[in-house]
Structures are given as C-alpha cells and as structure tokens.
C-alpha cells in the first residue's frame, strides 16, 4: 500500500465509523474497502456542491481537495450571526427545503446528523396586491376573486383550491405525460418549445386577470410544464407550503460537509485556470495571492458557470459545451435580516409572513425563532442596489398593522456585489433552446465533471447541488 492509499484508507474508516479502537493495527495494513484504485480529485469550488462532492469522494477512498476562493466555505448557503445580538442569525442565503422534494438532501442529514425544524414561513401569508393585502380566506372568497377580475371557471377553482394553484387549473391536463423527470423530451410535447406556456394558459381558457398573475410570455411551455411534472412526479406541490430549515441556520449542512473533509478543503484559492487532457488535469490558483499549481485524475468543477467563464480552461470545452456555459443565465438579489425587538405583528393579530408588491423589498418572514430570547429575527428579500435603511423603510412604510415594526437594526447580503458568488438561483432557459441546455447541462468533458444547483433538473438550489454532486462523485468513481 503506498502512503497515498493508506493516507486514504484511513481517511474513509473514519467516515465510515470504523475507528482504530475497534480495529487496532490491523486499519493500517488492510486493504482498501474498495476494490477501485484511488483516485486524485480536485474539486473547483466550496459551495454545498463542492463540498458534498468532496465529501461523497472522500467516503470512497478517493484523495480529494476542494479549493474555495473565498475565506469561508458554504457559498450561497450562508448564515450570518455577525452583528447580531442574543445568538440570533439569519441565513443570507438559501432558505428552505421541502419533504418530499429534497430527498438528497435529507439523506445527508440523517446520514450527518444534522436537524431540520418546520418552518411556517409560508403558512398564512399576507399578500399585497395592486397595493391592497389579502389574507388567504379572502383569497378564497367567490366576490374577492370575482371583483380582483377572475373568470367564473378560475373562481369555482380558487374557491377550493390555494391562490398559488391557480396553475394547476390549465396545466395539469399536460403532466401525466411525463414519466421520467429527468426526460422532458419524446413525450409529445417536442414543439411546444417554441410556445409561449401563456398560450397554453389562454387555450385553456385564463382571464386577462389570471394571465397577469401566472405570466409566461416568454417562458418555453415544454420547459414550463416538465419544470410542473417534475414537481408532480416528486409529490411536490406547485408551491410547497409545509416547508424546514436547519436547526442554526442551512449553512449547518455545508459546515458538517467541511467539518468532515477536514484541511482537505483549501479557503483563499481562487483558481485561475485548468488545462486537461486525457490523462489528467492540472489547475492553477492562488494562495495568500502566491501562485500555486496542483495536478490531479480529474477535476469536479462545482463553480456556477458565470464565475467559472472567467477561469481559462485549455483545451476549450466542446462547442455544445461552452454554449451551455456561456447562456445560462441566473437571477441575483439581496437578503435583508431584521433583528426586532418584538413580536411586533402579535399584537396587530396578523401574520408576519407577508409579500409586498414594492420593488425594493418583495417578502419577509420570521426566521431562527428556537433561539431563546425576547427579540426576532425577520428576514426580507429584495432587489440589489437597495440600502439596508432603505429595506427598513419600505418595511416600515408598507407593514399593513397598526404597531409598527420595531427593528433594532438590519443586516443584508446583497447578492449582486459578491465577487465569487453574484447569482442566485438558474432560471428558465431561453425558449426554443431546451435541447441546447439538456441534458448537455449536466454531462461531462473529458476528465472534467460538473455538479452545483445549475447542473440538474430542476433549480431547487441545495437539493440540485446534492444531487448533481453525488453524481459526478458517482461517476468518477466509477470511472
Ligand atoms: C437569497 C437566496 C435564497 C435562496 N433560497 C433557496 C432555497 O430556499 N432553497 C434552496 O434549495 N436553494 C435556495 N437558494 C439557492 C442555493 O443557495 C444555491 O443554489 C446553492 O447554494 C448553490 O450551491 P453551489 O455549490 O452550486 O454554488 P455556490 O454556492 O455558488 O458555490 C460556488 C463556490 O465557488 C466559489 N468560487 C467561485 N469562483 C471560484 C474560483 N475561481 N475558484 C475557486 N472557487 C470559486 C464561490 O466562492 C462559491 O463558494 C437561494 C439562494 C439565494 C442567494
């Protein structure tokens, strides 16, 4: 056994739960547990991705090394605490999971030990529309809708069913079709690439009202509807309301990821760029602003494509290949954390977890509310651009009680201005376009593998990142 593969033997007895205790001398002769050779991975980027690639790797006996750029690991999984009183935190970043709809991601916590707790950052919301809120009764209610401009048909409808349904009325005739959620194509619905999914909402017969609501003009509806079946086909809702968290803020995952990987993950090494050929790769980046290089098998890249346009990768990938890279396109935002000293909307008898229709600030909602402490943390969406005073004005100005909110101060993460990490979520892709992104979109190139929240089906950010991580860990190690 060389000292390489030994280094990795013992490395996954570890993950496995095997220690020397139990062992004794005999961990350090035995052979490898699998019967693959051990494999060198660089893994480009620490987000959840990177770090659950790693990870899943490192588990299978493989020498792994995870460069971040940035001085921390986690990515656009962040739970910030600084500035913050009581041992309150806000998550900057992702929010939320599902269940069922995670399922990856769900595995890694039993498997990890991390906790979820419900969170109700859905249920009852207050919704401010053409500047006027709706409880959700109201919005179930036949003169509400009637009077909002709904048609007969999507009154019958949104009087039994939830307001965020209404899309189900016109495409749920379209989604049995669907069989594999990772195969939108050869169902029958090839041409409707080309088709706005608004004339779908209009053949079935939408009110102006109802088209307003769903949208759509530009949106593909093969796209559309495969996005609506994969939902279906996971027994997902179109808009899940009984929603988790991370017990200590989602940033818990990526933390029990990099805990487990140890100084395997490498901070402050943006990469520069990566050259491959069929027998390995060899990447250049910088530490503490020195030059570095490291040579490896493969290399996982788990950067989002609009930072990794920006490494030079030689030879160039595929002509397909780099269209994907270089057209999909993200949305970007920033996240506010209000720290009240109050449960300020109690008083007022309404629910904290309201959308505004302001530009500046789109949604707030309680959040890390099993701190023990009289104070809470309010968590807020918005645009980029938009000041922290700003936020809290807007706030302060369309909160619909009487009380107003009693904010002590507020952080934010404004999303658009980080260097590493400028986009959000992936949005649809362009129509007309589906069969240039998939599955092109999750292959790989040569000895270079992709995962992160781009690279699967569907954009629900941490679970596309644990899936598409596995898999490229998968993958590799069977390669
Ligand atoms: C405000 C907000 C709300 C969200 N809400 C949800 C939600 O409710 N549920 C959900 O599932 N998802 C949500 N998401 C999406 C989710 O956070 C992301 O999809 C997911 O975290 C992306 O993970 P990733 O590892 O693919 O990429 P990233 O998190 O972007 O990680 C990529 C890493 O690569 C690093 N990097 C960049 N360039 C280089 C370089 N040259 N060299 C080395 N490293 C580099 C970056 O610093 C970064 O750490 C939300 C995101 C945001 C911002």
Request: glycine residues 8%; hydrophobic residues 35%.
């Amino acid at each position: 056994m060389t000292s390489n593969s030994r280094r990795n033997f013992i490395r996954n007895t570890a993950v496995a739960g095997v220690g020397t205790s139990l062992m004794g001398p005999q961990v350090f002769t035995s052979p490898l547990p699998s019967s693959r050779a051990v494999k060198k991975i660089i893994v480009a980027g620490g987000g959840i991705a990177g770090l659950c690639a790693g990870y899943e790797l490192m588990k299978r006996g493989h020498d792994v090394t995870v460069l971040e750029a940035s001085g921390r690991h986690g990515g656009h999984v962040f739970t910030a605490r600084d500035g913050l009183s009581d041992g309150l935190y806000g998550d900057y970043g992702a929010e939320h999971i599902t269940r069922p709809g995670y399922e990856r991601y769900w595995q890694y916590l039993n498997e990890l030990g991390v906790e979820a707790l419900p969170y109700p950052r859905r249920k009852n919301l207050l919704r401010q529309i053409d500047g006027k809120f709706y409880t959700e009764e109201m919005l179930s209610d036949r003169s509400v809708l009637t009077k909002m401009g709904f048609n007969l048909t999507e009154v019958d409808y949104l009087s039994k069913h939830p307001y965020w349904d209404l899309v189900s009325l016109y495409n749920k005739p379209y989604l049995d079709k669907f069989t594999d959620e990772y195969q939108p194509f050869g169902v029958g619905y090839d041409n409707m690439d080309n088709t706005p999914i608004a004339d779908i909402y209009k053949k079935g017969g939408a009110s102006a009202k109802a088209l307003d609501l769903l949208g759509g003009a530009n949106t593909s509806a093969l796209f559309e509807l495969w996005r609506s079946a994969i939902l279906k086909l996971r027994g997902v809702s179109q808009f899940p309301v009984d929603v988790f968290r991370l017990k200590g803020g989602n940033q818990s995952l990526p933390t029990a990821f990099a805990k487990k990987l140890g100084d395997r993950v490498q901070l402050n090494c943006p990469i520069q760029s990566i050259q491959h050929d069929k027998a390995g790769v060899r990447v250049k980046f910088k530490w503490m602003g020195e030059p570095q290089e490291l040579s490896a098998d493969y290399l996982v890249n788990a950067i989002p494509p609009p930072a990794f346009r920006k490494i030079i990768v030689t030879p160039g990938f595929s002509p397909e290949k780099q269209f994907v890279l270089d057209n999909v396109q993200y949305d970007s935002y920033q996240r506010f954390v209000f720290q009240c000293s109050s449960k300020f909307w109690e008083k007022d008898k309404i629910s904290i977890n309201i959308e505004f229709d302001s530009p500046d600030l789109w949604s707030v909602w309680q959040s890390a509310d099993e701190i023990d402490t009289h104070r809470v943390i309010v968590l807020g969406t918005g645009a980029g651009g938009i000041t922290p005073q700003r936020a809290m004005a807007v706030f302060k100005e369309n909160y619909p009680g009487a009380t107003k909110p009693t904010v002590e101060q507020v952080v934010s993460k404004d999303w658009t201005k980080d260097g590493f990490a400028p986009t959000c979520e992936r949005v649809h892709f362009p129509m007309g376009q589906l069969h240039k992104f998939w599955p092109e979109i999750m292959k790989p190139s040569g000895r270079i593998y992709f995962a992160g929240a781009s690279t699967d089906n569907l954009n629900w950010g941490m679970e596309a990142s644990t899936r598409s991580a596995y898999r490229a860990a998968d993958e590799i190690d069977k390669a």
